[in-house]
């Protein structure tokens, strides 16, 4: 006989936590189906929708009094879901390239990775130490999670699916660059933790051969090897009846996933294996209409994975943490959406062959979001800040991802409708 009850109360019992979650994630559910589904008839985004429902389910969360997840302590929960997004968006993105390999069709994004990135995290690092009064270490991981751009929210400006028309120059610069520049950014993000939890500078050689050399081109070899690999095995699977076409569908996401992980596993960035593990897929068959199908399933998890990460993201925020910040960090979003970004890109384009509109376009679309919630809760489960510190770093970070979200969504449509007229 058992002792206590165990899930059972007398009377009624209403206002359960878990069926108030299921409750409202089927609303969303219906929500972004909706939003997809008349993407280009509004003059915003859909991420603007889901954060809209996610702060909502934070008010409701706040009426109820049930607390909700705290980005500090539950921080690998957080890291592992904004993970997962980041998988296979920049594994999408790489499907979708359409552009040869050559330095002359890369040479801009290059610029983008190895110019605007590095002096973006070291204008956040500095602000943060000047106005903020950050450490050296926060300032630097502040400055590495929010220096790159977005695969997942920069979807809808970047590259456009397989089989279609080539993209111009700006689409393919601007998603080339949201989906690269993430795992380039995880060497800066390891400088930071360095600084903050060993200081001084004799682990310098180290971290240059191990977290910037090795981890990237083992990280690119491993990614571009698996995504031959899986591409030449879904054709011949489908081609040999021995794929389902109804199941052929996803199969980029369990790709995605090996490469991410066994990258991973041998120490290299699994986000940059991820990316060429997508271009290589392409590149096996470059015509092959199973690309689009693959693509399409792809994407389908991608929007998916946005709509989780934004609605987490909603719900987490408080009155309390968007005080956090203070003056210096709700300061920092404008100052570097607005200014930073454009300055950078505008200079660094300033000869290119692109259009003045063009040029406007990549530079105004340097969207910020999971990638950039994924290093600050990396860093937060590093343990190598301050409790206040962290604090800052997550949601200064987060303000960031917000204010982009709504500048940028409310500005999406407008703008690709422009660089199409």
């Known amino acids: 006989m058992l002792s206590a009850p165990l899930a059972a109360d007398i009377g009624f019992k209403v206002a359960d936590e878990f069926a108030l979650a299921v409750v409202g994630f089927g609303v969303a559910l219906f929500a972004a189906i909706g939003a997809l589904s008349h993407q280009r008839d509004r003059v915003f985004s859909a991420s603007v929708i889901y954060l809209m ?13 049930i607390a909700p997840i705290d980005p500090i302590r539950d921080a690998l929960l957080v890291e592992h879901i904004t993970e997962l997004a980041l998988i296979v968006a920049v594994f999408s993105t790489g499907l979708a390239i359409n552009r040869r390999l050559s330095w002359d069709g890369w040479r801009a994004v290059a610029g983008l990775i190895g110019i605007v990135l590095p002096l973006s995290i070291a204008a956040i690092a500095l602000f943060g130490m000047l106005a903020m009064g950050l450490s050296l270490g926060a300032a630097i991981v502040l400055g590495a999670a929010l220096g790159p751009t977005d695969p997942v929210l920069a979807g809808d400006v970047g590259v456009e699916a397989p089989g279609t028309p080539q993209e111009g120059d700006a689409r393919f610069n601007l998603g080339t660059e949201a989906a690269l520049n993430d795992g380039f950014a995880a060497p800066f993000v390891l400088l930071g933790i360095f600084v903050a939890g060993h200081g001084g500078t004799d682990w310098l050689a180290e971290w240059a051969a191990a977290d910037v050399l090795y981890a990237i081109v083992v990280g690119a070899l491993l990614g571009g090897g698996g995504g031959y690999v899986f591409g030449a095995l879904a054709v011949r699977l489908r081609d040999a009846q021995m794929l389902d076409r109804r199941l052929d569908f996803y199969f980029a996401v369990p790709s995605a996933l090996v490469v991410y992980g066994s990258a991973e ?3 290299a960035y699994g986000l940059v294996a991820a990316f060429c593990a997508g271009v290589a897929f392409r590149r096996y068959d470059f015509e092959h209409e199973h690309n689009r199908h693959v693509y399409d399933g792809a994407e ?24 956090v910040p203070g003056v210096a960090g709700w300061v920092l979003a404008p ?14 384009f300033a000869r290119s062959r692109m259009t003045i509109r063009e040029r406007a376009f990549v530079a105004w679309f340097g969207v910020r979001g999971v990638a950039a919630l994924y290093y600050a809760v990396l860093v937060v489960g590093a343990d190598v800040l301050a409790p206040a510190e962290e604090a800052t770093v997550f949601w200064t970070v987060a303000v960031c991802v917000m204010v982009s979200i709504v500048i940028h969504g409310l500005s999406a449509t407008s703008a690709m409708r422009r660089m199409s007229g």
């Open 53 to 65: 429902l996610g702060l909502m389910a934070a008010g409701a969360l706040s009426l109820l009094g």
């Open 265 to 267: 596993f041998v120490g």
């Open 300 to 323: 389908v998890i991608e929007k998916f994975g946005e709509l989780v990460v934004l609605l987490l993201l909603g719900t987490m925020v408080t009155t309390g943490a968007l005080q």
């Open 335 to 348: 100052l570097l959406l607005i200014v930073i970004r454009p300055a950078l890109v505008m200079g660094l």
